[in-house]
């Protein structure tokens, strides 16, 4: 049974279902090329279908539980940790030596890499994913946003540098100010900087530009229009190969920091049902356009005020087509737990061959769902990374909370890799009983030997405007109260030097060494 | 007091000492009695001045982590004598120290080479971004600890300057 938190998903009926079909697919094995708590999400569905579930790890990860959990786990190597999870070689040798008839990339690493898709195929492997071209098309930045703008659907007013390189900063003055400079080849946030004033332009277009090169081996620019105070709004889409697409809703992802975001939930505070069904709608068609496969998000940048090419709906909402990424997001939890749909096993089911197991009508929200980012990072220094050994680890549990770990005691935390060790999911009846569930949820997230940012997600669940929904993604930085760190209150500082004094050897042993003596002193004292 | 422990940047002195129920922690503002019992499933309960809650607390050398009240903490103790040397050491400017975990991207200077402050050392990447570290004074460049592409943690010494009281005082 693949039961996530305490709400059986998929429904038990259809899980059993596809899984006496899976015994037919082209597949009876799926490699994971990932890590962390998504190779554990991913082999969840793998195991509970029937299949046998194969991760590759990097020594540095030999005590993550992905590799516990596994049917087969294969050692992978390479000049860095990251390195090795990039490396298509090692990871298709090792599908192919354990009898894995399809690969599953997860997020990131080589999620969206159009020439490991392809020699995925060329292996003779199924790729769990959409089609190369499809992701080289929305990989491209620049050709994604010109395919969605003939397609009639919003993007934002923009430049872009390949169009006439030689004009290319003339053509950005007069997109206007503030733009935001992006990558071509860029995503997640990466190498992106918003420039206010022409005289910062040149400068920060070569900044961008080496961060480009390097992040992503191409230097190529664009800018655009940055809506102020934007929302950021995606919508999940589902395709199969035999020419279905359907949306699962929105998800609001603006709460974010250095453009990562860091609670995500469905549905968003911010659309009414006009709105939102426009939204979703747009997603779908964009997808529909592409003739899009598996499972995909399309981002919106959502702002409140109106500008020229955005769609406008209710009241002066525009909004404008961002990019689109071409697989399982990080977020896609909160989706299932408001749809009751299992995206991986859709994602295997489309991976199959077969057509998805829903039409749009049957795809139905219900209740809310958010989701909290678990980060190594500590947010009263500027959300720094933070690393350790995981000493402890308790997690939560509870009615309608869900926790997509990656870590276990013992394991240790470091620079080597993103710095998100787990999900939290907590889900309710609306907004609101998921937030005070939230907040005892992660009250009770104990994880000791390295700093998380539990305690910031609890004073961001208690500030005035997130309770009222009125986020953007700027909403930290005009908030820095929000990351300081509080002051201590004498109680628990006492509390705390009691603790810390009776787990000190040097403390306890001192004080039990003239146990009678102080004793009684002690007692006659009192 | 003679023991102490360190909370963010601030230092508190105490002492602990036995009772015949349990013990008795002597703050700089009083004393209160005080117990901790492990409990089998790895967490504690705690008990000050009458009141317990259960905590789930662990030790790594001189560190001791606590999860009180829904959030962690760490707590270093300090060691009598390790404190008295504390006071005694050389400047902190000597050492250039990473001021988050990452790894390094650009070496700008090696051994041997005289720096002026605010003139830039290396180039180092963390959260997907680049932050230059530049010189804290003028000085000669004693040691380079890292190479580029090496990773290290928060506080990690990248680079020493010589100690140098004359350069440092350039305008």
């Not at chain 1, 080589?110 to 790729?127: K, T």
């Not at chain 1, 491209?140 to 923009?158: E, H, L, Q, T, Y």
């Not at chain 1, 009250?443 to 929904?469: P, S, W, Y």
């Not at chain 2, 963010?8 to 503002?29: K, M, Q, W």
């Amino acid at each position: 049974m693949n039961s996530i938190g305490n709400k059986p998903i998929p429904d038990p009926s259809i899980l059993a279902a596809t899984r006496s079909r899976a015994a037919s697919w082209p597949f009876r094995s799926v490699l994971i090329a990932n890590r962390g708590e998504i190779a554990v999400r991913i082999l969840r569905t793998v195991q509970a279908l029937g299949l046998r579930g194969v991760v590759v790890y990097h020594a540095a990860d030999r005590k993550a539980p992905a590799v516990s959990m596994a049917d087969q786990a294969i050692e992978i190597t390479g000049a860095t940790p990251v390195a090795a999870y990039l490396d298509a070689k090692q990871i298709l040798a090792a599908a192919q030596a354990s009898g894995a008839g399809a690969i599953h990339p997860g997020y990131g690493f080589l999620s969206e890499n159009a020439g490991f898709a392809r020699a995925v195929a060329a292996a003779g492997l199924i790729f769990v994913g959409p089609t190369p071209e499809q992701i080289e098309l929305m990989g491209d930045k620049v050709r994604a946003r010109a395919f969605v703008a003939k397609g009639g659907f919003p993007v934002a007013p923009s430049a872009i540098e390949d169009d006439d390189p030689a004009t290319f900063a003339e053509r950005a003055l007069a997109v206007g100010f503030p733009l935001l400079i992006k990558p071509a080849a860029g995503g997640g946030g990466k190498g992106m900087r918003i420039v206010r004033e022409a005289a910062q332009l040149k400068g920060e277009i070569e900044r961008a530009r080496s961060e480009g090169q390097r992040y992503f081996g191409d230097g190529r620019l664009y800018v655009e229009r940055y809506v102020e105070n934007p929302r950021h709004i995606e919508v999940q889409v589902l395709g199969d190969a035999h020419g279905n697409v359907v949306h699962l809703f929105e998800r609001e992802c603006s709460v974010q920091r250095r453009f990562q975001k860091i609670v995500e939930e469905t549905p968003s505070p911010a659309l009414d049902s006009a709105l939102r069904q426009r939204i979703c709608e747009t997603a779908a068609g964009i997808a529909r356009n592409a003739g899009y496969c598996n499972a995909g998000t399309v981002e919106f940048i959502f702002g409140a005020g109106g500008a020229p090419g955005a769609a406008s709906g209710a009241g002066n909402a525009e909004f404008y087509f961002l990019e689109m990424n071409t697989r399982l997001q990080v977020e896609h939890p909160v989706t299932e737990m408001i749809t009751g749909k299992d995206l991986v096993l859709e994602q295997l089911r489309v991976a199959a061959g077969e057509p998805l197991g829903f039409t749009q009508d049957q795809v139905l929200s219900s209740g809310h769902s958010i989701e909290f980012r678990i980060y190594a990072e500590d947010a009263a220094r500027g959300y720094t990374p933070t690393t350790g050994p995981v000493l402890a680890l308790r997690l939560p549990q509870g009615e309608g909370v869900r926790v997509d770990s990656g870590i276990v005691e013992g394991q240790d935390v470091t620079a080597a890799f993103d710095p998100m060790l787990a999900k939290l999911i907590v889900s309710g009846k609306d907004r609101s009983e998921a937030i005070v569930r939230a907040d005892q949820a992660l009250a009770q997230f104990a994880l000791l030997g390295c700093v998380t940012n539990t305690a910031f997600l609890r004073r961001l669940l208690k500030h005035q405007a997130f309770i009222d929904g009125q986020v953007h993604t700027g909403f930290l930085d005009a908030h820095p109260e929000i990351a300081a760190q509080p002051e201590l209150n004498q109680a628990t500082l006492q509390r705390l030097l009691a603790a810390a004094a009776l787990m000190t050897r040097p403390m306890r042993d001192g004080a039990d060494q003239v146990p009678d003596l102080h004793a009684a002193i002690g007692s006659w004292s009192n | 007091m003679h023991h102490a422990f360190k909370l963010e940047e601030n230092e508190y002195n105490l002492e602990l000492s036995r009772t015949p129920v349990g013990y008795c922690l002597h703050l700089a503002d009083g004393s209160v009695p005080v117990n901790l019992n492990l409990l089998s499933d790895g967490s504690a309960l705690l008990t000050v001045s009458g009141s317990s809650e259960r905590i789930l607390l662990a030790t790594r050398g001189d560190d001791v982590f606590i999860h009180l009240g829904g959030s962690a903490y760490q707590l270093r103790y300090e060691h009598p004598l390790q404190r008295l040397a504390a006071q005694s050491q050389g400047a902190a400017e000597d050492h250039v120290r990473a001021p988050m975990p990452g790894s390094l991207v650009a070496l700008h200077v090696e051994p041997g080479q005289s720096v002026t402050r605010g003139e830039t050392l290396l180039v180092m990447e963390s959260m997907k971004m680049e932050t230059t570290i530049i010189a804290p004074r003028d000085g000669v460049i004693e040691a380079v600890h890292f190479a580029v592409g090496q990773t290290f943690d928060r506080d990690a010494l990248l680079l020493s300057l010589e100690a140098d009281a004359v350069e440092g005082k350039k305008p």
